[in-house]
């Protein structure tokens, strides 16, 4: 019997799930349990004999391999056409991906060829219901695909009424990844791959290939002195790399800081950028668009040095300082420093 | 020479990284009148590397694929501008409300009736949507390749294309068969600025139907001068199964839109004098969030 389960595309790289899946997985299983359905998980890749270990302690109930030394790195093709049939033979309720060069490469691709729709960067996903008045039909336990859109103006609530599966993609870190019990049970099955691709799916020849971590650890500093437009230029944007040093944090920014070019696309927090959980985030210069504020909002404390005392990042803040981030800046490393030594 | 045929997706947007104060409206709807309409900034790196693939193999048309309402001609006049050989803007009520899986739909059953295409480039996303789903989904609908996240077109050797790709956490190049869908990322090289001549040879590219609102005059300009006349392409002229098409065709629909609204956290209001500064400092230091 087909269950209609909800499944979860795992990301590996060097042997390694990705913590994007793992956040997934985590977030799977609580949409599961509300469903009562079950929880499963497809890893496509190369050596894969261990991977198990590092998914199905998340609570997944099944978990398909397809090994095949073909399929490391990720290529589009192959990788599409096996998700496709998998799809096709266990048709998922939920399918979610990681948005991730990966996961935004892979989802439109698989959502396109099963005529399925597709939510990117979400950053929140509930069960709910929704009643269609032109179809006078009632719709129980559709996947609400929560997002801000239109500039972070608006938030939309996205629902697939009629196509399955539902699919979306969530950024690392917006979701909270935990392991549900080490020693969980979930079971296997391998994918025979000859049936799941094509020799026409290997067209694309990876001449050379360098991953580099980020070397920037933004996601785990303590401390976080972000930027926006409001900063005014790359300059000024150093007082808050003198600030991040001195406390002992890293310097984010906004999109915004990062178009006009203050800062590395690395350094982008919010929606489409990193999601940060710092003790401590600094906000100079930044308005606080919402989408902005889903990157940062869980900061256990905010300042925010802005000119404009309307800025909409006021009303998460903790201290509200008025003025001008060049004039702050320098009095905060001041007093710090006075008051440390 | 070998020579290439290029199609260009892009894409009129509203500007969503300069809204300001007056882009809601009191009832929470958009006000869509307050923002600018401009081209999508990575449909211009897109553009750019069709120009650069142009540089080098002259005779190469570009051509820029548009869908949306008239004034969208705008983009094709700006790929003139900037050195395209001409678009077609698709535009018709029946497209109204599509999600990216109805438009790319629309966008896939227009590039079928164009012959021979070598290479189809798009930005990697619209800032409106931040999607990154378009370019993908009609490579799908084409049973075409797809490359993203281009930074660079390495090389172009008959068939065959070598790309840098930009990834989250690296670089990748690949190299790969033609025909196939790219797109292109933020981080590729500018578009080139518009040319002077250019623009005095096509600021009078118009479309069908903004000619119809001009003088005679123009009109006969357009007889003499063909290539000024932006081709308007409607659901008559491509061949579409209306399920898939617009708001109904889109498996997506919008539950509910919230205008975003603030609850106010007690938050304590500083100057920027030295002695609040300070008092916050010592705060957060005996409070151990710092130090």
New interface residues.
Partial sequence: MIMNNVFVYCEIEDGKVADVSQELLTKGRTLANELNCKLEAIAIGYNLKEIDKQIIPYGVDTLYIADDKRLSPYQTLPHTSIVVKLFKEEKPQIALMGASSVGRDLGPRVSSALHSGLTADCTSLVIGEHFDRKKDKKYENLLYQIRPAFGGNIIATIINPDCRPQMATVREGVMKKEILNTNYKGEIKNLDVKNYVNDADFVVEIIERHVEKSKLNIKGAPIIVAGGYGVGSKENFNLLHELAEVLGGEVGASRAAVDAGFAEHERQIGQTGITVRPKLYIACGISGQIQHRAGMEESAQVIAINTDKEAPINAIADYVITGDVADIIPKMIKYYQKNTK | MKTYNIIVLAKQV?D??N?GKD??KADGT?NRGALPAIFNPEDLNALEQALRIKDKFPGTTIRILTMGPGRAADIIREGFFRGTDGGILLTDRAFAGS???AT?YALAQTLKKIDNVDMIIAGRQA???????????V???LGM?????VEEVVELNNDTV?VKRR???????????LPLVMTVNG?APDCRARNAKRIMRFKHAKTVTELQKESADYTNMHNSRPELTIPEWTVNDIETDASQLGLSG???????????V????D??????S?A???S???E??ESH???
């Fill in positions: 509203p969503t990284r809204v882009a809601m958009i999600d990216t899986l790319s800032i409106d949507g931040d999607t990154a789903q378009v370019g993908p989904q490579a799908e609908k390749l797809q490359i993203t996240y070598t990834l989250e956490n690296g670089v990748e190049k690949v190299r790969c068969p981080s889109s498996p997506t629909k919008v539950k509910t839109i919230e205008n975003v603030l609850s106010a956290k938050s304590k209001v500083l100057s920027a030295d609040e500064i300070e916050m400092m010592i957060l230091i969030t710092i130090g």
